[in-house]
């Protein structure tokens, strides 16, 4: 069983920045995806970010220049750097493995395991 847990939300006034931190734990391999999605009240989970193994990241486009995914495998650990934040960035924010390293954003069913999310709010 793996499990993950996701810190580091809170509220921030647009332009500025947070960090989120997703911590894993349990029977990883070495080799695995980490992702990053969103969602708010009513709407799909989106995904924003993801990162393999091997450090390459991918990115939705309503992120790209603004946010930035980084991972360290001998901590299972993967934050995302978000910064220039808008109010509709506003939502909560879960992280996702993927077993197989893969990094399909457009399909949250890819993601074995999920956390319990964090909010993210961008406001006045």
């Known amino acids: 069983q793996v499990q993950l847990v996701e810190s580091g939300g809170g509220l921030v006034q647009p332009g500025g920045s947070l960090r989120l931190t997703c911590a894993a734990s349990g029977s990883l391999s070495e080799r695995y995806a980490i992702a990053w999605f969103r969602q708010t009240p009513g709407s799909e989970r989106e995904g924003v970010s993801c990162?393999?193994?091997?450090?390459?990241?991918t990115y939705a486009d309503s992120v790209k220049g603004r946010f930035t995914i980084s991972r360290d495998n001998a901590k299972n650990t993967a934050n995302l750097h978000m910064d220039s934040l808008r109010p509709e960035d506003t939502a909560v924010y879960y992280c996702?493995?993927?077993?197989?390293?893969?990094?399909?954003?457009?399909?949250?069913?890819?993601?074995?395991?999920w956390g319990q999310g964090t909010q993210v709010t961008v406001s006045s």
């Open positions: 990162i393999v193994s091997s450090g390459a990241p």
């Open positions: 996702a493995v993927d077993r197989f390293n893969l990094c399909v954003l457009r399909d949250p069913q890819v993601y074995d395991y």
